[in-house]
């Protein structure tokens, strides 16, 4: 006899079928959140405003390279 798991992704808001994880960064600190296509459609609108007037992080790794390089270079 055979076992069969089922996992269902369930939407953090309310309970329905999710479709997603969504993962989000807010004040260094980071998230995930499992939401229905609604749900995350509607938080990325709502955050389309600021992300559109945001600048990109650039990456820590490349900033510590930058950093190194200077010190190789002195």
């Given amino acids: ?3 069969r798991i ?3 992704l369930v939407d953090d808001l309310d309970g329905s079928e ?3 994880t969504v993962q989000f ?3 260094g600190r980071s ?3 499992d939401l229905s296509s609604t749900h ?3 938080l990325r609108a709502g955050l ?3 992300l559109q007037v945001a600048r990109k992080e650039t990456s820590t790794i490349r900033r510590q390279v930058r950093a190194a ?3 190789l270079r002195s």
């Fill in 69 to 71: 390089r200077r010190v």
């Fill in 6 to 8: 089922i996992s269902t």
């Fill in 48 to 50: 389309l405003p600021y």
């Fill in 31 to 33: 998230y995930e959140i």
């Fill in 40 to 42: 995350a459609d509607q």
């Fill in 18 to 20: 999710a479709a997603e």
């Fill in 1 to 3: 006899m055979a076992t």
């Fill in 25 to 27: 960064s807010l004040d």
